[in-house]
């Protein structure tokens, strides 16, 4: 029987190698590894230091099975302020269950409260999570 419960969490500076992991498992998955250049101080700079992006997790029995990176954009046509995901991945044995849907959407409440826009970068994602 499947006990498998989900939750979504913000990542602090505590999880910067675990961020760093799911950046290389997505480069590795893409066949990108080679041009990972990224690194935990640098991570730990520009997400905790810097506040220059966010990430969250998804979390299934108290395990970090997928990650979104967003940040916060405007957008000069809609006049409005924006999320825009710039990556998002979910382990291999974990997809099919609905969780790169719910991580392509950091925080619904954040997006209606704040009448925020949000788009996408890699629409292949919708392609990768089919299979």
Known sequence: MRNDKLVFRYASKADVSLILKFIKELALYEKM?????ATEELLKEWLFEKNKAEVIFAVENNIEV??????????????????????????????GKGYETNLALPDRNIIIHNNLHYRIVRKSFIIMYQA
């Open 33 to 37: 590894l080679d041009e990972v250049v």
């Open 66 to 95: 997928g990650f979104a990176l967003f940040f916060h954009n405007f957008s000069t046509f809609l006049g409005r302020a924006g999320i825009y995901v710039e990556d998002l991945f979910v382990m291999p044995e974990h997809r």
